[in-house]
């Protein structure tokens, strides 16, 4: 059975079940005469099934529903950059085995293992009541699954590398256009669903705040945001040519081929240190900073998972916080907790 890739119109289509916050969002029908888009304003929703393979999105049909937004946006600026962050074997491995339910199946697993460990550890001492050691038996172990719980919960707030980051260079092409990215999953029935969220946000105001929050850094506190760009990395591994052997010195006297090519030898790998965000002009950084944290604000977004604020800049909700907010507070502040997820 083949497998259709599904287009949520926003507002018009049905509530997506990983959006319990939904209703915090701007909404509304397709725009009439008169009518502006807001700040955090949903567009538009890719859902596809990440069961089949291959597949791919439906990028079309979501430049149709921006334009019925006024918002023209060629898919073919984005569609590489959005399938291949998204749409490799190993990422869409990485979202069903990170998805809520696999994180509660191994939550039950892991109870069924340290009740099992600690009520037969508990037969080698006389513990008198035998009711009475089983009570203890479960609160230890109910415990413990609930400390491991709390550390998933807590984890799906930083910024996954896996997911969130892989959107950048998508959202980088998309900044111009007031459209950002963002990814969420979920579950329906026994299939894994891949949801590619299009929210608008003017981020104009966002890069001159976070230009002049850049540009204060570099003059007072220079040490401090060395230190938090020096955090926003990841691993990439990278293709190296061998070296080849040395040849005679007369060229005209080595061979076509070489003598001892190996066809299914493993090609040699690489790995690097990529900086995130390098260091440029203020405004550059500005921009890359909301290229590269954009797909984590909309997940937070969307979710409802954003903290709590008590005033915001740049958008219409007084308790959203928007982009620039959460990059100085969290990711350029001076707080010790790690804020992207490996």
Known sequence: ????????????????????GWSALPGGSPPGWGQEL?????????????????ISFDLGAAEEQLQTWGIQVPA??????????????QVRRY?????????LAFAVVFYVVVWANIYSTSQMFALGNHWAGMLLVTLAAVSLTLTLVLVFERHQKKANTNTDLRLAAANGALLRHRVLLGVTDTVEG???????????????????????????????????????LSQLCVVME???????????????????LPGNSCPNERPLMQTELHQLVPEAEPEEMARQLLAVFGGYY???????????AMGTRHTNSPRIPCPCQLIEAYILGTGCCPFLAR
């Open 1 to 20: 059975m083949a497998c259709e890739p599904q287009v949520d119109p926003g507002a018009t289509g049905p509530l997506p079940p990983s959006s319990p």
């Open 190 to 228: 026994c299939q894994s669903v891949i949801q590619l969220w299009f929210v608008y946000f003017d981020l104009e105001n966002c890069v001159q705040f976070l230009s002049d929050h850049v540009q204060e850094m570099k003059t007072s506190q220079e040490s401090l945001l060395r230190s938090r």
């Open 95 to 103: 979202i069903i085995y990170n998805s809520r339910p696999m994180r």
């Open 76 to 89: 073919d600026q984005y569609r590489s950059l959005a399938e291949s962050a998204l749409l490799e074997p």
């Open 238 to 256: 990278t293709g190296v040519s061998p070296a080849t052997a040395e040849g005679p010195e007369n060229l005209e006297d080595a061979p076509l």
């Open 38 to 54: 807001h700040n955090g304003q949903v567009l538009t929703v890719l859902r596809i099934d990440n069961t089949c393979a291959p």
């Open 298 to 308: 909309i997940r937070l977004l969307v979710t409802s998972q954003l903290p709590q």
